[in-house]
């Protein structure tokens, strides 16, 4: 126990000591019963048990009988709902990484770090599995990864298996390096918005041939015929095109969100998520239509001109017209409170309750392509579960315990709060005083 004032070291310090020590038990079966539990498949249940195996849900009802010898959690009064998943994320990687030698960089691939303190937090929050994506300084970016909140395991074991695999692509701003000070001949290809879309049409078109040489190649069955070079980044982005990567698109303004879907048109794939999105309400039937869904802010914006057209009516308009919209953090701050974000949409635009909590459960899912596997509390789908001290929207709630794989990796009660930390030196000083 630290024996000095509450500095910023001192709580720096007695924190990373607890999450040291946050490291996650073996599995075991669990029951919560006697709970509000929010399904978000099949509406809410008062007074109902979930019964976790093997790191599974095996029954979720009112008359659902407790295996005997299992863990049983009581939660009367309390909210259970499927695990919170972010759609945007950097956390566990070294800060944004930008890869920002050359604007076309698909080949590479976002590296997992399990030692960020961020995802502790983030299992504070209700958080079970997160989008960890790069920067924005590339037209076509590297790879992302879908992780697991599994606080405590090793890097490699953090990876969402089943997941699809991402590629990051970026507009405006951050691709021109608009805000760069650096002087005009120094700046990297393309420094324009029409840049940005020559840059696309180059590398798809040489990605077309580079899969056309290949496919003769594959044709001739010829063990004596020399194969074509291969070429790492044109590989990636002959998966884009064929639908093996899935493109998110770090987007702002709507003449932009309308040239990529038309470039990816053209090339015959699909953008399949718009990140940050912020004029999406302006063609959201255009999305619609192209198939595309849309991740975004509830209310994080004006921090610079192309940001400065937001509204916070723009979940509910795009989800009114047919986009499956999640709400991401993009923060290591936010991660932590992405239940309160979701419900902004039910006061911008009458957004149902449980459109409101698909859009960081069931619509991310779909997103990041583990619908089938989370995002539900359904039979047969894997335990990510937050369990709440009040309905998830309550301005009093907070996250009690959070499950991954039917595991306890967060609970309150045993977690080094900053509450407990300000008693625990209070006690202290109350001792030393006495001396």
Do not use: C
């Not at 997941?163 to 005009?184: C, M, Q, W, Y």
């Amino acid at each position: 126990m630290i024996r000095r004032r509450i500095g910023r070291a001192g709580a720096g310090m007695v924190l990373t000591a607890a999450f040291a020590l946050a490291a996650p038990v073996a599995a075991q079966d669990i029951a919560i019963r006697n709970a509000t539990v929010i399904t978000i498949a099949n509406g809410t249940m008062e007074n109902a048990t979930v019964v976790i195996r093997d790191g599974k849900i095996a029954a979720v009802g009112r008359d659902v009988q407790i295996p005997s010898g299992i863990r049983v959690i009581d939660g009367t009064g309390r909210y259970v709902m499927p695990g919170i998943i972010d759609a945007h994320s950097h956390m566990a990687i070294e800060g944004g990484i930008n890869e920002g030698s050359e604007s076309v960089t698909p080949e590479v691939i976002i590296p997992v770090r399990d030692d960020d303190q961020t995802i502790y937090r983030a299992l504070a929050g209700g958080v079970t599995s997160a989008l960890l994506l790069h920067g924005s300084a590339n037209t076509i970016g590297g790879q992302g990864a879908v992780i697991k909140m599994r606080w405590g395991q090793p890097a490699d074991s953090l990876h969402f298996e089943g997941a699809h695999r991402i590629v990051k692509f970026a507009l405006g701003e951050n691709v021109t390096r608009a805000s760069s000070s650096a002087p005009d001949s120094l700046r990297r290809f393309p420094k324009s918005r029409m840049g940005v879309e020559q840059t696309l049409r180059w590398w798809f078109t040489q990605a077309q041939e580079y899969a056309a040489e290949w496919q003769a190649y594959d044709a001739r069955r010829d063990r004596n015929a020399v194969p074509p070079r291969r070429d790492l980044r044109l590989e990636a982005l002959a998966d884009i095109l064929s639908g093996e990567i899935k493109v998110h698109a770090h987007s702002y303004r709507g003449d932009e969100i309308l040239m990529l879907m038309r470039v990816a048109e053209d090339f015959g794939f699909r953008i399949n998520t718009f990140q940050h999105v912020l004029e999406g309400y302006k063609v959201a039937d255009e999305m619609a239509a192209h198939g595309a869904m849309a991740s975004t802010f509830a209310d994080n914006w004006g921090y610079k001109v192309e940001a400065n057209d937001a509204i916070p009516h723009n979940m509910a308009i795009m989800a009114d017209r047919g986009i499956v919209v999640s709400v991401n953090s993009d923060s290591g701050e936010r991660v932590r409170r992405m239940y309160q974000e979701a419900a902004i949409g039910m006061k911008y635009g009458g957004m149902s309750e449980n459109e409101a909590l698909k859009m960081i459960t069931l619509n991310p899912a779909m997103q990041l392509g583990v619908d089938n596997l989370v995002g539900t509390i359904e039979v047969g789908k894997q335990a990510d579960i937050a369990i709440f001290s009040a309905h998830p929207f309550a301005p009093e709630t907070h996250v009690e315990m959070t499950l991954v794989d039917g595991k306890v990796y967060f609970d309150r009660n045993e977690a080094m709060t900053l509450r407990k930390l300000i008693d625990g030196a209070r006690s202290i000083t109350t001792t030393e005083d006495d001396r």
